[in-house]
């Protein structure tokens, strides 16, 4: 019933960039706490960063800080991860997640609603 699609992942090298968008269907959730996170063949998937429904709290797993940066415009239903200086490391599919709250996507609550994901490939 929620529609979230992701775009903007690829190939690249090591130390480039991608920024990453998800379009969502629904202005109720789009204006509501909204996350990225990222599976890696044979891994769990994993939290990489979480914005509050206004924009003003965010938080990312410590490996990636520093280097991604999450957004958000409301307007446009759209969430957006800036990823500079790409590690082969942060090679995954990586999914927005609508649909929780801030506080459970930082206690490891998985979000209700996915979109398809974004392949990311960063090479060495």
């Known amino acids: 019933q929620v529609q979230l699609v992701e775009s903007g992942g690829g190939s690249v090298q090591a130390g480039e960039s991608l920024r990453l968008s998800c379009v969502c269907s629904e202005r109720a959730f789009i204006t509501s706490t909204m996350a990225w996170f990222r599976q890696a063949p044979g891994k769990e998937r994993e939290f990489v960063a979480v914005?509050?429904?206004?924009?003003?709290?965010?938080d990312y797993v410590d490996s990636v800080k520093g280097r991604f940066t999450i957004s958000r415009d409301n307007d446009r239903n759209t969430l957006y991860l800036q990823m500079n200086s790409l590690k082969p490391e942060d090679t995954a599919v990586y999914y927005c997640g609508a649909g929780t709250i801030y506080d459970s996507v930082l206690a490891g609550v998985p979000a209700k609603y996915w979109g398809q994901g974004t392949q990311v490939i960063v090479s060495s």
């Open positions: 914005i509050s429904w206004n924009g003003v709290r965010t």
